[in-house]
C-alpha cells in the first residue's frame, strides 16, 4: 500500500471518497442513518480534519477509511484500489493510548516489528529517533504506569508513526488530555507532520485544534452527518504554540462557531431571562 500511496501522490490524489454512506441496521426495520453521502478528495501529504458535534459521523467515516467498517454505498480509493478490507500502510491512533501496562514504551512502539515481522533494526532506530525528537529518551525503558498522561500519548504518536505510514488516521488522539498538555502535543505532531508529510485524517470536536493543526477542514452537520463547508486554512506554517492573538486564526474559528450557530449545535442564552435562545433552525433550545 505504501507503494501505491507514493504513485498516486504523482497525480495529486492520496484518498478519494466518492458518495460515502452509512446505514446501520439496514435490514431492520429500525434503520439509522449514520452519514448521508459525502464526497471529498485528499491529497497526498494534506492534513485535512473532521470536526462537527458528537455522532455526527466522524469516526464513522475514519474506519470505513480504514477498512475497519464497511459502507453502504459509495466507494474510498486509496492509491488506485478501491478499499475493500483492512489497510495495512497506515498509522491510526484513537483518543485512548492503548499502550501495554507490561511492556516498556519503546517495547511498546516496536511492538510493529513483532506483529508484522517488519525489520527490527530499522524499527529500532526510527523509534530512538522519534523518542528523541518529542523530547522522551529518558522515558522509553520505563512502563506506562509510570508515565504522564502526556507522555503516555506521545509514546502512542510514536507508535502511530515508527514505520513511517503514508496516511494517517487519528480519531480524538488528544481528547483526553488537559489543556496545557494538548497544545504542547498539537505542535509536536505538526512538527513530526512536516519533516515527512504524510496525508493525515484527523477527527476532532476542538475547532481551534482544528484550525491549529489542517491545511483544509471538513465542517459536518448533526446527524446524520454531512459536510455542510470545506474551509482552506491559509496560515503559515510552523503554526505559533499559542494562535489566540493570531488574527486569521480568531477569524477561522468564528466562522466555523458560526456555522454551528446556525446548524442549531451552538445556541446563546438570553440575559434577560436566562433562557434557550431560538436557535438559527428555528427551535428553541433549553438553557
Request: proline share 5%; with cysteine.
Amino acid at each position: 500500500m505504501m507503494d501505491a500511496l507514493v504513485a498516486d501522490a504523482k497525480c495529486g490524489v492520496a484518498i478519494g471518497i466518492s458518495r460515502v454512506s452509512k446505514t446501520f441496521g439496514e435490514d431492520t426495520d429500525k434503520p439509522f442513518v449514520a452519514l448521508k453521502e459525502i464526497s471529498v478528495e485528499i491529497q497526498a501529504g494534506e492534513f485535512v480534519s473532521v470536526v462537527g458535534p458528537s455522532g455526527c459521523g466522524k469516526s464513522t467515516l475514519m474506519l470505513m477509511v480504514a477498512g475497519l467498517l464497511n459502507r453502504s454505498h459509495g466507494d474510498i480509493v486509496i492509491g488506485g484500489s478501491s478499499v475493500i478490507k483492512p489497510i495495512t500502510d497506515v498509522g491510526i491512533a484513537f483518543q485512548d493510548h492503548l499502550l501495554l501496562d507490561f511492556r516498556t514504551a519503546l517495547a511498546n512502539v516496536t511492538l510493529h516489528a513483532d506483529i508484522r515481522k517488519l525489520p527490527r533494526k530499522k524499527i529500532e532506530e526510527r523509534a530512538n529517533e522519534l523518542f528523541a525528537q518529542l523530547r522522551l529518551t529518558p522515558a522509553m525503558e520505563k512502563y506506562p504506569r509510570q508515565l504522564s498522561g502526556g507522555m503516555r500519548q506521545r509514546v502512542s504518536l510514536i507508535r502511530t508513526l515508527v514505520h513511517d505510514p503514508a496516511l494517517l488516521l487519528m480519531d480524538e488522539p488528544f481528547g483526553a488530555l488537559d489543556a496545557l498538555t494538548r497544545l504542547q502535543v498539537r505542535t509536536d505532531l505538526e512538527a513530526l507532520w512536516l519533516r515527512r508529510r504524510p496525508t493525515v485524517l484527523f477527527i476532532t470536536h476542538s475547532v481551534e485544534e482544528a484550525v491549529g493543526l489542517s491545511d483544509r477542514i471538513l465542517v459536518m452537520s448533526p446527524s446524520p452527518g454531512e459536510v455542510v463547508e470545506e474551509i482552506h486554512i491559509d496560515l503559515p506554517r510552523p503554526r505559533p504554540i499559542v494562535l489566540g492573538d493570531v488574527k486569521e486564526f480568531a477569524a477561522y474559528v468564528d466562522r466555523i462557531h458560526r456555522q454551528f450557530e446556525r446548524l442549531g449545535v451552538l445556541h446563546g442564552i438570553d440575559t434577560r431571562t436566562g433562557e434557550g435562545i431560538q436557535s438559527a433552525t428555528g427551535t428553541e433550545t433549553e438553557s
